[in-house]
């Protein structure tokens, strides 16, 4: 069978705008026998642009009765992958065996088939199915010839590998498929030894010498350990940090994360194959950060962690010339920047936290949302952002909860929003003009799909409560990571059961190589930015493979880092509160 032939793009018409345009000129009228035809070429345009909704709405119109077999395989094909990227990864299993689907499999060529294969590969890692998906890539490897096509899915294994937590990378060491097993071992080794790229190169080579048949000895995956041998790496590194007055705590505890994995880096080497890098750190309490920069620079740094605050961010970032890398502290997460191109902003914006909150919930088919957050800078802001997103996307935001940090009884507060307050007038009333013996309970309004929460967890565990007292309790409940400074603390956290939140990895048992070596007594804002400067060793060591198109990212504490535009986004983990305690959950 030949796949349909990709459409033709225009060079300055977006893909979204072709098919808007054929949308509003093209006759889609039931009794037009190319209706669906067209809907299917609206909905492949959608889907390059991308725009995921805007496709699956298409593809929902189209009664696929009209479709040649060959547009009905390419629409199977689209359907699929557009509910994986929609989190919907039971629908695209559904998809793939409709009735139609499989009568066709028999007539395709083998391009159809290992695109097949692919999406069922897909499919399997987005429902948890994680051996069989690499089985899947690991047979598609097996069945090809030329060394580049092997090599790219060798890259979408190592991506997959690359994603998963260092426990089940363990765990599945001493696999009955031994190719798989492999694929394992490589894993573990390069995961323990991130913060020290030298090492992973060394064990790379161990591990093949070991595994000379493997098909990754072979062919190595493009951003494997084989890759990183022929970098540079700093042998000074400054950190540019505020040491005194309020950020003076924040600061040292970004420096002890800091420390932290660089003392992890020592230990896993021998100190004649890991040129450890001299640490210099620079106050920018008072003076002039380009000043300071400078100054770094001229002391022999060949690159710069820092600095914290956003107002110096922002100084840095407008400098004509930066000779040497700078790795921020803080994200700006304004677009209309225009940064320097050795600047790269790295942070805990709650921005990325927010889009997969609400992309997560769109694909659950949420659309009226009441958003919770702090009256402060923080919440402005994050309020701001989910707004234009949710509302971008086309959801509704019905009501936006600012509580004061002296909030202590949420009742009050969330009365007006959940209503209750025009239920129980409603109760008055009937008790007066018909019987004041009639029994009311007031009622909170139904129009609420989700409630998303931005909150630490004293707080969370006041607001949480309060919605179940207002009648609430049965309204699923999202939270940001604030949420979770990583202990368990069992008798408290009952009064959270049920909420989802986003999580780091760091506060998920089994996610790393080693547990960080942090004071338990440390309020949750402080434990995430030990994280940050843990990420920030790793990050500045693996900077020129993580700017690599296509890179995998770097399983990091506080997400799977990755590079866009100069900007380091956040890849979060989902759990979820049961009885007081946390279990991780896949979606």
Same mark, same amino acid.
């Given at each position: 069978m030949v796949s349909a032939a990709p459409l033709s793009t225009t060079v300055d018409v977006s893909s979204r705008e072709q098919a808007l345009a054929i949308l509003q000129t093209a006759d889609l009228s039931a009794d037009n026998p190319l209706a669906d035809s067209i809907k299917f070429n609206v909905a492949q345009l959608f889907a390059r642009e991308p725009n995921h909704q805007d496709c699956m709405d298409a593809l929902k119109s189209i009664n696929t009765i009209n479709l040649s077999d060959t547009q009905f395989v390419e629409f199977i094909f689209l359907l699929a992958q557009t509910n994986i990227a929609l989190l919907n990864p039971e629908f695209a299993q559904e998809a793939l065996v409709q009735?139609?689907?499989?009568?066709?499999?028999?007539?395709?060529?083998?391009?159809?088939?290992?695109?097949?294969?692919?999406?069922?590969?897909?499919?399997?890692?987005?429902?948890?199915?994680?051996?069989?998906?690499?089985n899947t890539l690991i047979d598609i490897a097996n069945n090809l010839k030329r060394r580049k096509d092997i090599r790219k899915i060798h890259d979408k294994i190592w991506d997959r590998i690359s994603r998963l937590p260092y426990q089940h990378l363990e765990e599945g060491v001493d696999h009955t498929n031994v190719t798989l097993a492999g694929w394992f071992q490589l894993g573990t080794a390069s995961r323990r030894y991130q913060g020290n790229p030298h090492l992973q190169v060394k064990v790379y080579d161990e591990w093949r010498q070991r595994w000379k048949t493997h098909p990754a000895a072979k062919i190595s995956p493009t951003h494997s350990a084989s890759s990183k041998g022929d970098h540079r790496?700093?042998?000074?590194? $400054?950190?540019?940090?505020?040491?005194?007055?309020?950020?003076?705590?924040?600061?040292?505890?970004?420096?002890?994360?800091?420390?932290?994995?660089y003392h992890q880096a020592l230990s896993v080497a021998k100190y004649d194959q890991y040129n450890a890098p001299e640490i210099r750190i620079y106050d920018t309490s008072s003076g002039s950060v380009q000043s300071l920069y400078n100054q770094a620079v001229a002391d022999g740094a060949d690159m710069i962690i820092g600095p914290l605050r956003q107002p110096?961010?922002?100084s840095l970032i407008t400098a004509p010339v930066l000779p040497v890398p700078i790795l921020s502290l803080n994200r700006l997460d304004?677009?209309?920047?225009?940064?320097?191109?050795?600047?790269?902003?790295?942070?805990?914006?709650?921005?990325?936290?927010?889009?997969?909150? $609400?992309?997560?919930?769109?694909?659950?088919?949420?659309?009226?949302?009441l958003l919770i957050v702090p009256d402060n800078s923080l919440g402005s802001r994050s309020a701001e952002f989910f707004h234009n997103y949710w509302t971008a996307k086309g959801g509704t935001l019905l009501e936006e909860v600012n509580y004061e940090s002296s909030t202590n009884d949420f009742t009050q507060l969330l009365r007006p929003p959940l209503q209750i307050d025009l239920s129980e007038q409603r109760g008055l009333q009937i008790k007066r003009f018909v019987n004041s013996s009639v029994n009311f309970t007031a009622r909170r309004r139904q129009d609420i799909d989700l409630v998303v929460m931005l909150g630490y967890p004293l707080k969370a565990r006041q607001i949480k409560p309060a919605l179940d007292f207002l009648y609430a309790s049965d309204i699923p409940v999202v939270?940001?990571?604030?949420?979770?400074?990583?202990?368990?603390?069992?008798?408290f956290d009952r009064d959270l059961s049920n909420i989802e939140f986003s999580s780091m990895p760091w506060t998920l048992n089994g996610h790393l190589p080693y547990k960080l070596n942090m004071n338990e007594k440390l309020h949750t804002a402080y434990r995430h930015l030990?994280?940050?400067?843990?990420? $920030?060793?790793?990050?500045?060591?693996?900077?020129?493979?993580?700017?690599?198109?296509?890179?995998?990212?770097?399983?990091?504490?506080?997400?799977?880092?990755?590079?866009?535009?100069?900007?380091?986004?956040?890849?979060?983990?989902?759990?979820?509160?049961?009885?007081g305690k946390v279990r991780e959950i896949s979606n």
């Open positions: 009735t139609r689907f499989v009568s066709l499999i028999s007539q395709f060529n083998k391009s159809d088939k290992q695109r097949l294969l692919e999406i069922q590969a897909e499919v399997d890692f987005a429902l948890g199915n994680f051996t069989q998906g690499f790496y700093p042998s000074q590194v $400054a950190l540019l940090l505020p040491l005194q007055d309020e950020y003076r705590i924040p600061s040292y505890t970004l420096i002890e994360g800091f420390l932290s994995a110096q961010v922002e304004n677009e209309q920047l225009v940064q320097p191109e050795n600047f790269y902003q790295f942070g805990l914006s709650t921005i990325d936290e927010l889009v997969q909150i $609400a992309d997560r919930a769109w694909s659950k088919g949420l659309r009226k949302i939270a940001t990571s604030h949420i979770y400074s990583g202990d368990q603390q069992e008798e030990y994280a940050v400067g843990h990420d $920030a060793f790793l990050l500045h060591s693996n900077l020129d493979q993580l700017k690599k198109a296509d890179s995998t990212p770097l399983y990091g504490a506080t997400g799977l880092l990755s590079l866009e535009k100069n900007v380091f986004v956040r890849e979060q983990k989902w759990a979820v509160f049961e009885r």
